[in-house]
């Protein structure tokens, strides 16, 4: 148990639809990083957090969107949702920003989406 | 973004000792790099993080040249749990923006 929880575990939407990803880090942890893994594809980066700011974006699609609470949870939206977007979504925590610091990530078990 | 390139798969043997090279150009100056391994269907999970020369911890070393262009992860005597999927993650010069590898699958044969 990494001590990162996501919810929910699994979820099923139909297209065009939105839904909410839920992340609460380790505690203690000020970093909030998500990824998505579609089937057979490795981890994309999407977007971090730190200490409630945007700290850096990937390639994250304009549909999505994300942000940090003041407790540091974490939630990740996506809209207008389309077949594509059924993957694994993943969110990790570290203490540290990442830069120039070392950023061990511990991940989550993930939230399976599937978009019929 | 930086970019990594790793081998798709390896295959070795128990007691077999495994490396693993990723190739990241184009990673920031002041930060590490890190491997993590991943089983069907879990989050990764971290093995080893380094900046340069030698790493080593109690399941694997971490060899990185003075360029910083590349990284080896090496396993010594591999067990069958070790099959899985095995990332590099480095993060970009200029953006900041993580990036993993594509992963290197591997199978740990009896």
């Known amino acids: 148990d990494s001590g990162v929880t996501q919810t929910p575990k699994h979820l099923i939407t139909a297209t065009g639809q939105r839904v909410t990803l839920r992340c609460s880090p380790r505690?203690?942890?000020?970093?909030v990083y998500w990824y998505q893994q579609s089937l057979d594809q490795g981890l994309q980066f999407l977007i971090q957090?730190?200490?409630?700011?945007?700290?850096a974006k990937g390639n994250i699609l304009e549909r999505f969107s994300a942000q940090q609470f003041p407790d540091l949870h974490s939630e990740l939206n996506l809209s207008s949702l389309e077949l594509g977007d059924s993957a694994l979504y993943f969110c990790?925590?570290?203490?540290?920003?990442?830069?120039?610091?070392?950023?061990?990530?511990?991940f989550g078990p993930g939230t399976r989406l599937t978009v019929l | 973004l930086a970019k990594t390139t790793q081998p798709i798969s390896m295959d070795s043997y128990e007691g077999q000792e495994v490396n693993i090279t990723c190739s990241h150009n184009?990673?920031?100056?002041?930060?590490?790099i890190t491997w993590y391994q991943q089983f069907p269907s879990q989050g990764p999970r971290f093995i080893i993080q380094?900046?340069?020369t030698k790493v080593t911890n109690e399941v694997a070393s971490l060899f990185i040249p003075a360029d910083r262009k590349s990284s080896t992860l090496s396993l010594p005597r591999v067990s069958l749990s070790d099959t899985a999927v095995y990332y590099c993650?480095?993060?970009?010069?200029?953006?900041?923006?993580?990036?993993f590898g594509a992963g290197t699958t591997v199978t740990v044969r009896a």
């Open positions: 990790a925590s570290s203490v540290e920003a990442g830069q120039g610091a070392r950023s061990e990530q511990f």
């Open positions: 505690s203690g942890d000020l970093s």
């Open positions: 957090y730190y200490n409630g700011e945007e700290r």
């Open positions: 380094g900046y340069k």
């Open positions: 993650l480095v993060r970009g010069s200029n953006d900041y923006k993580l990036s």
């Open positions: 184009n990673i920031a100056t002041n930060d590490y």
